[in-house]
């Protein structure tokens, strides 16, 4: 029953994607991997996470029909790996996850027909094939048969005419290897495995930290202080630079490019430095027995101080961002500023609750790389060049143009609807009509896979 | 000509079986005689066939797609997980080179 599953899945498979670029076929392809899945393994499906991983990874395909980016396409191939890891064991890391998710895709099949019996500690193949006899009673009938088939047609005109109206040429060799593709793809995926010893180790490894046997007070009274006078001479540096670069957020009133643009990339640049070496240097002095010290109070109190610090610096660094979007316009590098500022502000979040809640280093790297895949998977969700295009077009106080007709066909209706209320120069519309007719076209060419919600659109016009 | 193809297309596959089964053998060469197979294969194996897929997939993309480089690499991914079997379930017919100690006989 399953292979035959497995079978129909992969006959699904070729017809979606063989010679068809990304559009409604992924989504589909996304909601036909969650049922062979779910058929699969119905007792995974009742953890709450792989409900929230299964959504997840469903709503970043449907994403990819609403507005087919890249940036929505990398998303669900993450959470189809994350997915597939997370089933082959719940209670792993998210990187662990990705990990079994990427082996499970690439060779599942292979492991489990091969894998390691614990037991008997033998490597045992699940079913003795005997591929010889199968290539015997396929090849040697089919080889007779055709001989004898070349000696009946030349005896009998009847018959002649008969093999002669047999034609094959319907049957597309590349089509069929594409399906065996999809087989293998939905043999290995069916049922997760684990990659070993990595995911044991991982599961082995909490989050807490304990007191290990060389707790010695002298040392850690040694350390106590080094981590004091350290931690308390950068929070008067970071204090005095605050202080200096609120000054220039509130007093410069003369908006110039280049002085915005050096502010926020020198700004980032050195956020970036500053917030590696924070997380760093908190990370040593906070690494072991520093945690249990009973007078250890004012050396966290100077690391919270610190954290915070950092993220009023991050608070700037974004508001001098956001003032450099309101006069110069929304583009993709702005974004990317603000979705790493997220994910500094998370990381400095995750380091004060390292510190307050002594846990240990495998924590930072959960719950952040958690952090980041979640990030990616609601940047997925965003139209960001129908935004940007909008955003330029009635609220930034000035833009390039040029910038955006060269992104991608998604903001394509709004830059045709602009150009014909907005007074642009006759070169601009010209760029702006050809760009739209060869849109046009190509949703009009696209087949019933490559359709994408833009597709409804122009019906709709 | 077509037996120079022939030719061609027979090195080509006969120097990839070799690359491939080199490198599997550095694997096994990396850990003592004494280790067994079947804890190389739980170690190393899917780092082995991660790695190997990862470099296959960016020739193919490397060349845009191209038929023959698609099924060139394919048949270098199925070849390397053939070999891998060959090594981790061994022939029925390989007899062992030490007997069993037979404490029966005189």
């Not at chain 1, 290897?177 to 043999?187: D, H």
């Not at chain 1, 010695?216 to 630079?241: D, M, R, T, W």
């Not at chain 1, 950092?310 to 316009?329: C, D, E, H, R, W």
Request: charged share 15%; net charge positive; with cysteine.
């Amino acid at each position: 029953m399953k292979k035959i599953i497995l079978f129909i899945a992969a006959l699904i498979f070729s017809t979606l994607f063989y010679g068809k670029s990304i559009g409604l076929n992924l989504s589909l392809f996304s909601i036909l991997t969650l049922v062979i899945l779910i058929i699969n393994n119905k007792e995974n499906f009742k953890i709450k996470r792989t409900l929230i991983y299964s959504a997840m990874y469903l709503a970043t395909g449907i994403a990819v029909f609403f507005h087919d980016s890249t940036l929505a396409i990398i998303a669900n191939i993450v959470s189809f790996f994350t997915l597939i890891g997370l089933l082959s064991e719940h209670k792993a890391s998210i990187y662990v996850n990705w990990l079994n998710g990427l082996y499970t895709t690439i060779a599942g099949f292979f492991h489990r027909n091969y894998t390691v019996n614990e037991a008997t500690q033998t490597v045992e193949s699940k079913k003795e094939i005997d591929y010889l006899h199968i290539v015997k009673i396929v090849i040697i009938p089919a080889a007779i048969v055709i001989v004898f088939i070349g000696l009946y047609q030349n005896g009998n005109p009847i018959f002649n005419e008969l093999i002669e109206k047999i034609d094959f040429s319907f049957i597309n060799i590349q089509w069929l290897l594409f399906a065996g593709l999809g087989y293998y793809l939905f043999a290995n995926i069916h049922k997760p495995i684990e990659v070993e010893p990595a995911t044991s180790q991982d599961l082995k490894t909490g989050n807490l930290l304990f007191k290990t046997k060389d707790f010695s007070i002298p040392v850690l009274k040694q350390e106590n202080q080094l981590g004091i006078i350290l931690i308390a001479l950068l929070n008067v540096l970071i204090v005095i630079f605050l202080i200096t670069d609120i000054t220039f957020i509130i007093t410069n009133e003369e908006v110039r490019g280049s002085v915005f643009s050096n502010q926020v990339h020198s700004g980032i640049n050195a956020l970036i430095a500053s917030i590696v070496i924070a997380i760093i240097i908190l990370l040593y002095v906070f690494r072991g027995n520093l945690n249990f010290y009973k007078e250890n109070k004012t050396v966290k109190y100077l690391a919270f101080t610190w954290i915070i610090l950092n993220a009023i610096l991050v608070l700037s660094i974004a508001v001098k961002n956001s003032q450099y979007i309101y006069y110069f316009g929304l583009t993709y590098k702005r974004i990317g500023v603000l979705v790493y500022l997220i994910l500094t502000l998370t990381g400095l979040i995750t380091t004060l609750i390292k510190i307050d809640k002594t846990k240990n280093i495998w924590y930072l790297f959960r719950s952040n790389t958690k952090a980041a895949f979640v990030v990616l998977v609601i940047a997925a969700m965003v139209n960001w060049d129908y935004h940007i295009t909008n955003y330029n077009f009635n609220y930034a106080k000035s833009m390039d143009i040029n910038y955006l007709i060269d992104l991608s066909d998604n903001n394509t209706f709004l830059l045709k609807k602009n150009s014909e209320s907005k007074t642009l120069n006759t070169d601009i519309q010209k760029r702006i009509q050809i760009k739209y007719e060869n849109y046009c076209i190509e949703l009009y060419t696209n087949s019933w896979q490559e359709l994408q919600y833009n597709n409804f659109k122009l019906k709709l016009k | 000509m077509i037996v120079l193809v022939i030719l061609g297309i027979s090195f080509i596959l006969l120097a990839t079986y070799t690359i491939i089964r080199i490198s599997i053998a550095c694997v096994f060469w990396s850990f003592n005689t004494s280790t067994e197979t079947k804890y190389i294969f739980k170690l190393c194996f899917p780092y082995y066939i991660i790695a190997l897929t990862m470099i296959c997939m960016a020739f193919i993309i490397t060349f845009n797609n191209s038929l023959i480089v698609i099924y060139y690499f394919s048949t270098v991914y199925f070849l390397a997980l053939f070999l891998w079997r060959r090594k981790i379930k061994p022939s029925k017919n390989k007899k062992l080179a030490v007997e069993p100690n037979q404490t029966h006989l005189p």
